[in-house]
């Protein structure tokens, strides 16, 4: 991942909870949101879930660098959480991570 020319990094996750795990899964995001907008360097961090699709969910979070990122992504918390999120969620964490590149017409 790279940041921008603003400096600040995007991030989109989106991921699938497993068959009957829906409901675990977003109580277990809406717990774990409050904690990630309070890490050093968090502009954004918006937990979402998808319309019409019950069990799919999307994190739009907004870093100030990628330190600060890192930082979030290597808290001592997610030694805990990532294991707890394995559990709830269909594949690999990685798989639904997209970075967002802005940009606006030149002028």
Same mark, same amino acid.
């Given at each position: 991942? &790279?940041? &921008?020319?603003?400096?600040?990094? &995007?991030?989109?996750?989106? *991921?699938?909870?497993?068959? /009957?795990? %829906? =409901? =675990?899964?977003?109580?277990?995001?809406?717990? =774990?949101? &409050?904690?990630?907008? #309070?890490?050093?360097? #968090?502009?954004?961090?918006e937990a979402h879930q998808v319309e019409g699709e019950p069990g799919t969910f999307v994190i739009f979070e +907004?870093?100030?660098? +990628? %330190?600060?990122?890192?930082?979030?992504?290597?808290?001592?918390?997610?030694?805990?959480?990532?294991?707890?999120? $394995? %559990?709830?969620?269909?594949? *690999?964490?990685?798989?639904?991570?997209?970075? $967002?590149?802005?940009?606006?017409?030149? /002028?």
């Amino acid at each position: 991942m &790279t940041t &921008t020319s603003n400096h600040y990094v &995007t991030v989109l996750w989106e *991921a699938r909870a497993k068959s /009957g795990k %829906e =409901a =675990a899964m977003k109580a277990f995001m809406s717990a =774990a949101v &409050t904690a990630s907008r #309070n890490d050093a360097g #968090n502009i954004d961090y918006e937990a979402h879930q998808v319309e019409g699709e019950p069990g799919t969910f999307v994190i739009f979070e +907004r870093w100030e660098s +990628r %330190e600060a990122l890192d930082g979030h992504l290597y808290a001592p918390r997610m030694r805990d959480l990532v294991p707890q999120l $394995l %559990e709830l969620m269909d594949g *690999a964490i990685e798989d639904g991570i997209r970075l $967002l590149q802005p940009f606006r017409p030149a /002028g």
